[in-house]
């Protein structure tokens, strides 16, 4: 299935990958189906693609790349909502902001977006996070180990 974008240009995606969020997303409320497009460019940040708006794509990223010791507080009505699964099956990701001075990346630490990986139901959860900056967590040192991390096993691998 081609789907048009904003950022990516025509793409296609495998309509059997499309997320539904019943309730959408924060201030994009109307909008329910989104695919994951994934960039060689910006990896390990992904893109969170309405499928039905070209110009919405938000920044995503799995929130313990950037703060291993994040802890989720999900509640059984919020798993409910989307099909109750079991922990493996369930992807948790966060929206980033990603600014001109990427050094001022942040993510959301306070919000994630949980998604069934078996029946691609998804949703954005509120929660009460109890961290400083929680909202916008600063994310560029944790991504400098990200990537420090995989320069160090590529050059192990090489051995």
């Known amino acids: ?10 793409t296609e995606i495998d309509p059997e990958s499309i997320l539904t969020f019943t309730e959408g997303l924060l201030g994009f409320e109307e ?17 969170l693609q309405a499928v039905d708006d070209p110009m919405v794509s938000l920044p995503i990223i ?5 703060k291993p010791d994040y802890e989720l507080d999900v509640d059984d009505a919020e798993l409910g909502s989307i099909g109750n699964p079991a922990s493996e099956d369930v992807l948790v990701v966060s929206v980033t902001v990603i600014p001109e001075d990427i050094r001022q990346m942040t993510v959301n630490l306070s919000a994630p977006i949980l998604i069934n990986l078996k ?25 400098v180990s990200y ?8 050059t192990e691998d090489q051995k």
């Open 31 to 47: 909008l329910h189906r989104f695919a994951i497009i994934l960039s060689n460019n910006t990896e390990p940040i992904q893109w």
């Open 147 to 154: 990537y420090q991390e995989l320069e160090k096993a590529e």
């Open 119 to 143: 029946n691609r139901r998804a949703r954005q959860i509120i929660m009460e996070y109890n961290q400083p900056n929680s909202i916008r967590y600063p994310a560029f040192a944790g991504l």
């Open 1 to 10: 299935m081609m789907i048009e974008t904003g950022r990516f240009g025509r």
């Open 62 to 66: 799995n929130p313990f790349l950037i």
